[in-house]
């Protein structure tokens, strides 16, 4: 059994996926800029990596601005769980979500990831511990099936189990992950997208607080999902388009309309990113993030080489690239 969890905010109509290599917190703070209500995740945090890294704050910081944040961990071992639920806890994070749906061959060999789906009372053992060391939100992002476990009953039984365990969202990437055959980049494009899958589960399980996830990619289809479902995930599109998610607060969350250029994001940043400069001496960490803000403006590429370039070799300085965007800004972008 799991405890309750006390006062619990599962209901995000709008949230930014977990994707490894991307969602770090420099670009979580970009995001914010753009939404300040969306959920946020984290990248992917193996349990066992956490525990046994003596670098923990590596894995763990985030800054202020980023809240609401969950924090996805991967693992299949509930000893483990006990202990990353506490620090996810302590390290103030507002949710913890378990990973069900990585197919790499590395994840699969732990047996973690999109196999869990093949282990619910498992993976339901996982939940609790979250759950009872936490007393946060615990939500699950899930496939549709893995290989031949493809059936709806079982995609359904598998929820229920977790349910009973006490997860409090369900994440459904509506397609199947095949873990024989596919890499990871292939087993988000291949398999088929089955909404029509996710929306059985939901109206099997009105009760149930079901997320959809794949292949948004503007906010008109955002509207239309949300009609049927508790939210939607948004992963590809919100990195390499950020800003085509600026109206998530007017649209979604009923908030006052807010002009959201690419010049004013990074006029925003520069004291955030003046102060990494200082303590790291580099800001490619941040301005990789920064150079899908300039899509579709004329000078883009001009403008993405020169801080790429600059930015690698460390020779950026922070007064380039406020110049830099005050010359967005005097283009109207
Ligand atoms: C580069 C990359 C890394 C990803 N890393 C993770 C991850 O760490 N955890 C996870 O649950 N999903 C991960 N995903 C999957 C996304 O969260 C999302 O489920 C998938 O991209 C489908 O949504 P989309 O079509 O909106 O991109 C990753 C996706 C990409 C593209």
Same mark, same amino acid.
Do not use: I
């Given at each position: 059994m799991f405890n309750n969890t006390n006062s619990i905010d599962i209901f995000h109509k709008i949230s930014i996926a977990p994707m490894m290599d991307c969602t770090d917190k420099h670009f979580r703070m970009l995001m914010r800029q753009i939404s300040s209500e969306a959920l946020l995740y984290t990248e992917m945090i193996v349990a066992q990596s956490l525990v046994f890294s003596n670098q923990k704050a590596k894995f763990l910081d985030f800054n202020e601005?980023?809240? =609401?944040i969950a924090i996805q961990f991967g693992g299949d071992d509930p000893q483990l769980f006990k202990e990353v639920a506490k620090m996810a806890k302590d390290w103030g994070y507002d949710e913890i979500n378990l990973n069900v749906g990585c197919p790499s061959p590395r994840v699969s060999a732990g047996n973690f990831?999109?196999?869990?789906m093949n282990s619910p009372y498992k993976t339901a053992k996982c939940i609790e511990a979250l759950k009872n060391h936490s007393n946060l939100p615990v939500t699950v992002k899930h496939r549709i099936g893995v290989d031949n476990n493809d059936s709806f009953f079982n995609l359904n039984q598998f929820v229920r189990t977790l349910d009973l365990a006490g997860a409090d969202r369900f994440t459904v990437h509506a397609r199947k992950a095949i873990l024989k055959g596919l890499n990871p980049k292939d087993n988000r494009s291949i398999p =088929?997208?089955?909404y029509d899958i996710v929306t059985q589960l939901k109206e099997v399980n009105p009760n149930l607080t079901i997320e959809i996830n794949g292949g948004f990619t503007n906010i008109e289809q955002c509207t239309n999902a949300l009609k049927k479902f508790d939210g939607v995930m948004i992963g590809r599109s919100a990195y390499k388009h950020p800003l085509r998610w600026s109206l998530i607060d007017e649209k979604f969350y009923g908030k006052e309309k807010k002009i959201i250029k690419a010049s004013s994001i990074i006029l925003d940043l520069i004291p955030y990113i003046e102060k990494h400069i200082e303590k790291y001496g580099s800001s490619w960490e941040i301005c990789k993030h920064l150079i899908n803000l300039v899509e579709s403006i004329p000078m883009a590429k001009k403008w993405r080489n020169k801080i790429t370039s600059k930015s690698i070799k460390k020779e950026l300085k922070i007064d380039d690239l406020s110049c830099s965007a005050k010359e967005l800004k005097n283009l109207g972008f």
């Open positions: 601005e980023e809240h =609401p990831g999109a196999s869990l =088929p997208l089955r």
